[in-house]
């Protein structure tokens, strides 16, 4: 939900268009994760390089607050210019392109030194207007800007607070005491304190999840990132300034090894030029670098004069109240520079192109034979002797991440996944495995539902946290949660450096490539996939399951091929959605493996074509569902040979007695459905998929599916990859 882009660039010159495109793009390559409205800062004047290479024109003298006249300080450089637009980054940029030309500015003029900060809002506190949308300023002077994601929950109080000071609120959101805040304390502070010092002092008053950048007329030349709860990086792109010690291995930093523990980090002037790039996710920032630093709870980035600066809030914080202990509250302890480390993405822009395909979900779809080969390379071996892939074989799972802590989760009480939606029914659909292989019990919960509930967590339970992006809200609340009560914590995320990656005691990357498409598909498949091997690595000593146990490996080895079998289906599935397109409802019907099937079907038509879809366990028809049946209702079953397929095809033979128009997804040769369903009479269509070992059955059938939501949705003219209303990474909840 939202997205934050900025631009810094030092000693690099680019003119004010270049710079203008790269915040555009951005935004664009942020799309994905929802939005309603937008917005870019730019500079109106650059800032000037000193003698030293420093940028000048910040404030000097001792006062913040005033002038030596008793006044408020005039800002050091004149407003930058905070252009806004609801609805499209389309629409954003034929407003920034209008009003640049208005006012005559000059898209030629070069800048040696520019900040520049953009933001994608998806609307929680008021509605999608240009006034809503960020950046958020202190007053008609732009003097502090700022973009934010996430949602402050004490902003009622802090802006009956400012209210009371004399500062005038023009929006309705919870954004604009942000900027607000910075100009109170700025001009209540006795002395000049550095940006990144006033930023940390703005983050102690408040409360909430939030991932901030803050740039001002007062510090010319010099930007602040921080976050908290929100997800946030920071890319760089240079070459180290001789004498620079490292902030992360091979980066540029202003904090000097063996000088930071006295105090301030040091100032240090950039040799060469630097461009730095922070971004809500790695989508963004991949096409500039691949050298990036993924920010922690409290930390907050200071870059100035061709440099960066890490510090952490909630470590200054507990500093300051140490020397304000030790002097009586007397002493301003300096805050002290933390390291973090420099990652290399792995993601290639290819990943975050189209590819020769319309859309995103498209294309995700049509990936999915080599993401699920990803997700088990180098993890499932069935080699023989001779190193060949063989019957009688060695038939193994290695899981890296878990190896230490395998015995634990066997030897522990149950088994707990945590989810929301897609990644809700990926568990779902691995449970029964799970549960078969290691003899545990095992549940699924809802995050935001187990957190109602206040379930109990035992210390020698093991929750396991599922989620694409590693940031979902609620799940990462549940995961605090449950490392409150002692349970050992497993991840299973797409995104490396992700919160959940880095709160949890252990976990897998499911390696399926970045997913843009906000309706999940290749990250679903190889969640699914990721947890099975999960179950085969905790059962790997279990001699009455080893012959389960090799039919599934076997099984995993030949699912790629599998699932581009079912990608054929592509152009009957093309057919079948164009006969449902004027449909207001559609019923789907699973079970056992295929509950989760049935579920992720319904939530993909809904959340894509805009239709009413039910997922449905077919155990239920007759408590209730058998009711909607009519000879006009669509109808999809899922009756795929496993140990539930006697009984599915009771369920199709008492839909049919009712006259109900079927899509029934069935296996590939299937005699007994085609006698079922085959008669001229019938209103059946078959979806004839490949089959497979029972418990990854649900992989290949939903292959199908996601191609019908997909074609329904193009017929249905909605739009594919960011849906009515919807977020890719749901990084708030009601909570907050």
């Known amino acids: 939900?939202?997205?934050i882009f900025g631009y810094y660039n030092f000693r690099v010159p680019h003119s004010r268009h270049e710079i203008l495109e790269c915040?555009?793009?951005?935004?664009?390559?942020?799309?994905?994760?929802?939005?309603?409205?937008?917005?870019?800062?730019?500079?109106?004047?650059?800032?000037?390089?000193?003698?030293?290479?420093?940028?000048?024109?910040?404030?000097?003298?001792?006062?913040?607050?005033?002038?030596?006249?008793?006044?408020?300080?005039?800002?050091?450089?004149?407003?930058?210019?905070?252009?806004?637009?609801?609805?499209?980054?389309?629409?954003?940029?034929?407003?920034?392109?209008?009003?640049?030309?208005?006012?005559?500015?000059d898209l030629a003029r070069v800048f040696t030194v520019h900040v520049g900060i953009a933001h994608t809002r998806w609307a929680t506190h008021g509605p999608p207007t240009a006034t809503n949308a960020h950046p958020q300023v202190s007053s008609p002077a732009h003097e502090f800007v700022v973009v934010h994601n996430g949602i402050i929950t004490n902003f009622k109080a802090l802006k009956g607070f400012l209210a009371g000071k004399g500062f005038q609120f023009v929006s309705d959101t919870d954004t604009e005491v942000i900027p607000k805040l910075c100009q109170f304390l700025f001009a209540s502070s006795p002395t000049k304190i550095p940006l990144s010092e006033l930023v940390m002092d703005v983050m102690g008053q408040l409360e909430g999840a939030y991932a901030l950048l803050v740039k001002s007329t007062h510090y010319p030349g010099e930007v602040v990132a921080c976050k908290r709860g929100s997800p946030l990086i920071l890319g760089l792109r240079s070459a180290p300034a001789p004498g620079a010690a490292a902030g992360g291995a091979g980066a540029l930093s202003r904090a000097a090894s063996g000088e930071v523990g006295a105090g301030p980090a040091p100032k240090r002037v950039a040799a060469e030029g630097l461009e730095c790039f922070f971004a809500s996710d790695a989508s963004a920032v991949v096409e500039h670098t691949k050298k990036v630093i993924v920010l922690e709870d409290s930390d907050v980035v200071h870059l100035q004069d061709g440099a960066y600066t890490l510090f952490n809030a909630a470590e200054r914080d507990a500093e300051l109240e140490a020397a304000g202990a030790a002097t009586g509250g007397a002493a301003r302890a300096p805050p002290v520079a933390?390291?973090?480390?420099?990652?290399?993405l792995e993601m290639e822009v290819s990943q975050i192109m189209k590819g020769g395909f319309d859309h995103y979900m498209q294309?995700?779809?049509?990936?999915?034979?080599?993401?699920?080969?990803?997700?088990?390379?180098?993890?499932v071996s069935r080699m023989g002797a001779g190193g060949d892939a063989a019957a009688g074989g060695e038939r193994c799972i290695k899981l890296g991440g878990l190896v230490e802590h395998l015995e634990a989760m066997r030897s522990g009480?149950?088994?707990?996944?945590?989810?929301?939606?897609?990644?809700?029914?990926a568990s779902l659909a691995a449970r029964q495995t799970v549960e078969e292989l290691v003899s545990i019990p095992v549940a699924c919960e809802l995050a935001s539902d187990l957190l109602d509930r206040r379930c109990p967590i035992f210390r020698d339970d093991t929750c396991v946290f599922v989620s694409q992006s590693g940031e979902t809200a609620d799940t990462l609340a549940a995961l605090q949660y449950a490392k409150a009560r002692g349970a050992l914590c497993v991840g299973i995320t797409n995104t490396v450096g992700s919160a959940i990656a880095r709160s949890t005691h252990c976990g897998v990357h499911i390696n399926a490539g970045c997913e843009i498409g906000v309706a999940s598909t290749k990250a679903y498949t190889s969640?699914?996939?990721?947890?099975?091997?999960?179950?085969?690595?905790?059962?790997?000593?279990?001699?009455?399951?080893?012959?389960?146990?090799?039919?599934?490996?076997?099984?995993?080895?030949?699912?790629?091929?599998?699932?581009?079998?079912?990608?054929?289906?592509?152009?009957?599935?093309?057919?079948?959605?164009?006969?449902?397109?004027?449909?207001?409802?559609?019923?789907?019907?699973?079970?056992?493996?295929?509950?989760?099937?049935?579920?992720?079907?319904?939530?993909?038509?809904?959340?894509?074509?805009?239709?009413?879809?039910?997922?449905?366990?077919?155990?239920?028809?007759?408590?209730?569902?058998?009711?909607?049946?009519?000879?006009?209702?669509?109808?999809?079953?899922?009756?795929?040979?496993?140990?539930?397929?006697?009984?599915?095809?009771?369920?199709?033979?008492?839909?049919?007695?009712?006259?109900?128009?079927?899509?029934?997804?069935?296996?590939?040769?299937?005699?007994?459905?085609?006698?079922?369903?085959?008669?001229?009479?019938?209103?059946?269509?078959?979806?004839?998929?490949?089959?497979?070992?029972?418990?990854?059955?649900?992989?290949?059938?939903?292959?199908?599916?996601?191609?019908?939501?997909?074609h329904l949705t193009c017929l249905r003219g909605h739009d594919v990859d960011q849906p009515r209303n919807l977020a890719k990474a749901v990084t708030v909840n009601e909570e907050n």
């Open 413 to 425: 009480r149950r088994i707990m996944f945590v989810a929301c939606g897609t990644s809700y029914h």
């Open 1 to 3: 939900m939202c997205g």
């Open 527 to 710: 969640q699914i996939a990721v947890i099975t091997m999960m179950a085969l690595a905790l059962s790997e000593d279990s001699i009455s399951k080893r012959d389960k146990r090799h039919a599934i490996i076997d099984g995993l080895a030949e699912l790629p091929e599998k699932i581009r079998l079912a990608l054929q289906l592509d152009s009957e599935m093309l057919r079948l959605a164009g006969a449902l397109k004027e449909e207001q409802s559609l019923l789907v019907f699973g079970r056992g493996y295929n509950y989760a099937t049935a579920l992720e079907a319904a939530l993909k038509v809904k959340e894509v074509a805009l239709m009413h879809s039910e997922g449905i366990l077919a155990g239920e028809m007759k408590h209730g569902p058998l009711a909607l049946v009519d000879d006009t209702m669509p109808i999809l079953v899922i009756a795929t040979k496993d140990a539930m397929h006697l009984k599915m095809l009771s369920v199709i033979q008492q839909l049919l007695a009712r006259g109900a128009r079927l899509l029934v997804v069935c296996n590939q040769g299937d005699e007994d459905v085609e006698e079922l369903c085959g008669s001229p009479d019938r209103r059946c269509s078959l979806i004839r998929v490949p089959q497979v070992v029972d418990c990854l059955q649900p992989v290949v059938n939903i292959v199908p599916l996601q191609l019908l939501s997909y």
């Open 338 to 344: 933390v390291s973090r480390a420099l990652l290399t």
């Open 23 to 105: 915040l555009l793009t951005g935004l664009r390559r942020l799309e994905y994760r929802g939005y309603d409205s937008a917005g870019v800062c730019l500079d109106m004047e650059p800032a000037q390089l000193g003698p030293e290479g420093a940028a000048s024109g910040a404030l000097d003298g001792s006062a913040n607050g005033s002038s030596a006249d008793g006044l408020p300080p005039a800002p050091a450089t004149p407003p930058p210019l905070v252009i806004k637009a609801s609805g499209k980054i389309a629409e954003l940029e034929r407003r920034a392109y209008e009003e640049l030309r208005d006012r005559q500015v």
């Open 363 to 379: 294309k995700e779809i049509h990936e999915q034979p080599e993401s699920i080969f990803q997700t088990m390379r180098g993890r």
